[in-house]
T-cell receptor, first 116, second 111 residues
Framework: DAGVTQSPTHLIKTRGQHVTLRCSPI?????VSWYQQVLGQGPQFIFQ???????GRGNFPDRFSARQFPNYSSELNVNALLLGDSALYLC???????????????FGPGTRLTVT | GNSVTQMEGPVTLSEEAFLTINCTYT??????LFWYVQYPGEGLQLLLK?????DKGSNKGFEATYRKETTSFHLEKGSVQVSDSAVYFC??????????FGTGTRLTIIP
């Protein structure tokens, strides 16, 4: 079975530009979460979507937005890119959203974003 | 809020050495606890988990026991291999809160 897939693998953008990252969850998983992992740090939660609705949002500015499609794939959009947005962006899928037990998230390989 | 504190790295060991990576947590209740591993250039893989006190999670020779009295979930392996070189993240999940990660511990195994 295919795991979580993300595209693109790597991306280089210039300050002020916009970027769209894509994620396809494991088949049958209805929840997608996005994380930002800055070099040398643990992943930081950005968003969670379940059944196309936002179920959680981390402490990130409004420049960050996301959506989930009817096939449960998801996009993360970042506007007005800053140098500090350079990071590995991880997508994770799960059968159920936060608040359920047991709960497991499965991560994709990530998209490496470099802002110059 | 919830938080995870991990042993700072990097940790360098010789092959077949015993490994311990410390992890302690702060949470208002009894969270589920996880260890994730990140190999170079890859995303995170779930290594093991425990959902209640005294549970022991195990996988690929790694073990961790959920200790509520010490709020700890230390990762151990009896004999490490070069292929275990990676970054290890301790994480917790509680209630409706997000998955919260520690800062990670980089492990290097020398042949």
């Amino acid at each position: 079975d295919a795991g979580v897939t993300q595209s693109p693998t790597h991306l280089i953008k210039t300050r002020g530009q916009h970027v769209t990252l894509r994620c396809s969850p494991i088949s049958g998983h209805k929840s997608v979460s996005w994380y930002q992992q800055v070099l040398g740090q643990g992943p930081q939660f950005i968003f969670q979507y379940y059944e196309k609705e936002e179920r959680g949002r981390g402490n990130f500015p409004d420049r960050f937005s996301a959506r989930q499609f009817p096939n449960y794939s998801s996009e993360l959009n970042v506007n007005a890119l800053l140098l500090g947005d350079s990071a590995l962006y991880l997508c994770a899928s799960s059968l159920t959203p936060f608040g359920t037990t047991p709960y497991e998230q499965y991560f994709g390989p990530g998209t490496r974003l470099t802002v110059t | 809020g919830n938080s995870v504190t991990q042993m700072e790295g990097p940790v360098t060991l010789s092959e077949e050495a015993f490994l311990t990576i410390n992890c302690t947590y702060t949470a208002t209740g009894y969270p589920s606890l996880f260890w994730y591993v990140q190999y170079p250039g890859e995303g995170l893989q779930l290594l093991l988990k425990a959902t209640k006190a005294d549970d022991k999670g195990s996988n690929k020779g790694f073990e961790a026991t959920y200790r509520k009295e010490t709020t700890s979930f230390h990762l151990e392996k009896g004999s490490v291999q070069v292929s275990d070189s990676a970054v290890y993240f301790c994480a917790l999940f509680f209630g409706n809160e997000k998955l919260t990660f520690g800062t990670g511990t980089r492990l290097t195994i020398i042949p």
